[in-house]
């Protein structure tokens, strides 16, 4: 067994390949961190959080009662808020804990190999009321928030409605004679559904529910409620709540269910900042614009990006890790078993997982910048960004997810039968992946809403008029011709951009063609989702290259020779995959041939081979500690048969030689006394 500096036992496959990467790992480690002070500050808090074994359970979660799990998950949830308040908070150099770091949310997942039943309260509950709420509101409820004295969570989802936001039914109708809503369910589909925290731990939530002032219906609104004694925590009268039962993942979150009879809460307790209903019951709209009370919803899909890249990362660590250590088959005789990290298949299912979770990561920060920009306009009143905001935040959380979901299972398939092990750490991330999906806008509706306005762009360049930048190589669509191919990393991207402006002039095409044929605006549109969510796609795709592209040519301007080498190899390994995924997409709409996709595939085989010397180095890279990985196949030390076992010797069923099923039903059965 081959020594590391740490003194500690490293796998001889492992240590070879750290061995053979040839480039500078901790440079590459800056760029995925977004510079060297990030990477510096994430380990300071890293080690605080994490040196302190806070983190460790005596007994692996998998092992608990659901019970038993969520006491557990809410005890370390209560440390690291606590961490957070004090230490953390000073380290992470933000005023209070930091919601919205995604150094914390990170460590964070060292405690948990689920979710915290604080996710909600840090991830939604504290921005809404940062984002919807005056600043006399704000100044009441944040401190109390921040300072954890109230816990919250974000109830919108009805078992009704979920999508369609309007269609949801609670409804808070203003009294001005006390000068209170009063909250209610009038049905048992507005039950409220879903939120995280809900079921036990928290004591407020904000509500979304149907604003009712002077006979009139105003739409939805958020407020914020008391549902349980600050003191007792017993549910509050009027109020119905509890837990929602076993779910896929997610299972410490204690998502719950919630209804109003006839619920009072004071006026003051409507957040007020996009809109008002004073005292006396008039409504006063404030906002420009009318979708402003969906903006914690925005910012969790900017959220998202980054937390599904995180979560790739992690997979593909484990998956790259295992698949140098595991030895198996025999294509050669006379050789050893190769690491089935040297099947080319396998280097097909792996490296676009870790070229993947760089190009998200790169463009989360892109699409943090642009939030940035966008809020800050909206400060001055300006919302003018907002929908081509909307529309890129929509696909890109869309696109993001599903594929992270996507790749953490082809990871799985990676590691074979061991990858299904719970304590490999995959199942985990995939059942908190997929979730990611659905929640926050569902992967198909959140892409017709980017389709809404590639339809409405594209007929923006048919009139020649003005394109906002996401958009601007709509102006290309119309040149009659099909756009040129050409395999170099900007030829590629012009080629992506070319299937999204394709895609969507068969769209509007096919509209206008439905719509002379007799059909509704609505019918033609509906008839034509299924190509409006490819059109949607390939934007995104598009954006995605282009984004990664671009910000990885900046990044490693000043890099060393090699990180240059590695890092170019990965973002054409990127643009080469989706190209050789979209072929028929290509053939349609650029004048690509097939020789040249048959050169494609071998530039593809060959790059992935280039890059296979230095996989681990790569993942090593995204520096992950086992704290974070959880995983029994992914430790930086390769012991995994070792872990695998010393797991397997800590299942509850082998304390007992004989389980006591053998001689209530084993036994009998086999003498026939059943
Ligand atoms: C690390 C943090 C982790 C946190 C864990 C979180 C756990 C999970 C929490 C949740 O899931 S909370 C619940 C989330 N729910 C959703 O995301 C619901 C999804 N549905 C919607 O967002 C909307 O209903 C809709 C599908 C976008 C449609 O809304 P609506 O019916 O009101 O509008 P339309 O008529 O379709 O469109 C009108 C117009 O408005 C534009 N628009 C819609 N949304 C926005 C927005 N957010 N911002 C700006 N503009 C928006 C839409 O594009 C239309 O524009 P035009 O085409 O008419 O110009
Ligand atoms: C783990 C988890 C945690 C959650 N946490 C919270 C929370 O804390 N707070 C909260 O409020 N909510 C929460 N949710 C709810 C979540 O936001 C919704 O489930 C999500 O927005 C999807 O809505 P839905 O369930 O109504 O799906 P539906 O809209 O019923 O979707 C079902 C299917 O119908 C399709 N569909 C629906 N509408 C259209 C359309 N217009 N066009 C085409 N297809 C359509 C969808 O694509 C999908 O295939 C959570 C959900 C999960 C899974």
Not at 203 to 228: D, M, S, W
Request: glycine content about 6%; aromatic content about 8%.
């Amino acid at each position: 067994m081959t020594q590391t500096n740490n003194n500690m036992t490293v796998n001889p496959d492992l240590a070879m390949e750290r061995a053979k990467c040839n480039f500078n790992v901790l440079e590459v480690t800056h760029i995925f961190d977004g510079g060297e002070r990030n990477t510096l500050q994430r380990k300071k808090i890293e080690d605080v959080a994490l040196n302190s074994g806070a983190s460790k359970d005596a007994l692996g979660e998998e092992h608990m009662s659901p019970k038993e799990k969520y006491e557990n998950a809410v005890r370390k949830s209560c440390i690291y808020a606590t961490m957070m308040k004090n230490e953390l908070a000073e380290l992470s150099g933000l005023e209070s804990f930091g919601v919205s770091s995604p150094v914390i949310r990170r460590t964070a997942d060292a405690f948990f190999k689920e979710v915290s039943p604080f996710l909600l309260h840090l991830g939604m509950f504290v921005p809404t009321i940062m984002g919807q709420c005056t600043p006399e509101q704000q100044s009441y409820w944040l401190p109390r928030a921040l300072d954890m004295q109230i816990i919250g969570t974000y109830a919108q989802t009805e078992l009704g409605h979920g999508t369609f936001i309007r269609g949801l039914e609670t409804t808070a109708t203003y009294d001005p004679e006390t000068e209170e809503f009063v909250l209610h369910s009038p049905t048992l589909s507005s039950y409220k559904w879903w939120a995280g925290g809900l079921g036990k731990t928290v004591n407020y939530c904000i509500v979304v529910a149907q604003l009712y002032t002077k006979g009139e219906c105003h739409g939805t609104h958020p407020f914020i409620v008391q549902i349980r004694d600050e003191d007792t925590h017993v549910p509050l009268p009027g109020i119905k709540v509890g837990e929602i039962g076993p779910k896929m993942g997610f299972n410490t979150a204690d998502n719950g269910f919630l209804g109003f009879d006839h619920y009072r809460i004071p006026r003051e307790h409507m957040l007020m900042k996009n809109a008002q209903v004073l005292k006396d019951g008039t409504y006063v709209k404030v906002a420009r614009h009318g979708k402003l009370t969906y903006g914690t919803m925005v910012f969790v899909r900017v959220v998202l990006v980054n937390e599904v890249a995180f979560n790739l990362a992690k997979a593909s660590t484990i998956a790259v890790r295992y698949s140098a250590i595991r030895r198996q088959s025999k294509p050669k005789p006379d050789e050893v078993e190769p690491q089935i990290l040297d099947y080319v298949t396998q280097q097909h299912k792996l490296f676009i997982a870790i070229a993947t979770a760089h190009a998200l990561q790169l463009c989360s920060t892109w699409l943090w910048e642009s939030f940035s920009a966008v809020l800050a306009q909206m400060k001055g009143g300006n919302t003018d960004t907002l929908p081509e905001f909307h529309a890129l935040s929509s696909c890109l959380k869309a696109i993001s997810t599903s594929d992270s979901a996507h790749l953490i299972e082809q990871c799985r398939h990676a590691c074979g039968g061991h990858g299904y092990m719970i304590s490999s750490g995959i199942p985990n991330l995939y059942n908190f992946v997929s979730a990611t999906r659905t929640y926050e806008g569902d992967y198909t509706v959140l892409l017709l809403q980017t389709a809404r306005f590639l339809v409405k762009a594209y007929e923006q360049a048919e009139a020649k008029k003005p394109l906002t930048p996401t958009v601007s190589y709509l102006a290309h669509a119309f040149s009659g011709s099909r756009a040129t191919w050409d395999n170099s990393p900007d030829g590629i991207i012009r080629s992506f951009q070319a299937l999204a402006a394709g895609k969507t002039a068969v769209c509007v095409t096919n509209m206008r063609k439905r719509m002379r044929a007799g059909l509704s605006q609505v019918d033609a549109w509906e008839m034509s989702t299924i190509q409006l969510v490819a059109a949607a796609e390939a934007h995104c795709r598009a954006v995605i290259a282009d984004t990664y592209r671009k910000e990885i040519v900046r990044l490693t301007a000043n890099s060393s020779p090699n990180v240059k080498v590695v890092m170019d190899q990965l973002t054409t390994l990127y643009l080469y995959y989706w190209a050789l995924e979209r072929t028929g997409d290509l053939l349609m709409f650029t004048s690509v041939s097939q020789k040249d996709l048959v050169d494609l595939q071998i530039a593809y085989e060959e790059l992935l081979l280039k890059i296979r010397p230095n996989a681990v180095g790569l993942v090593d890279a995204f520096d992950l500690r086992d704290e974070l990985l959880h995983s029994t196949l992914g430790s930086y030390d390769g012991r995994v048969y070792e872990r695998l076992m010393e797991e397997a010797l800590k299942s509850p069923m082998n304390k007992e030689p004989v389980s006591d099923a053998y001689s209530k039903y084993l036994r009998p059965m086999m003498k026939g006394k059943l």
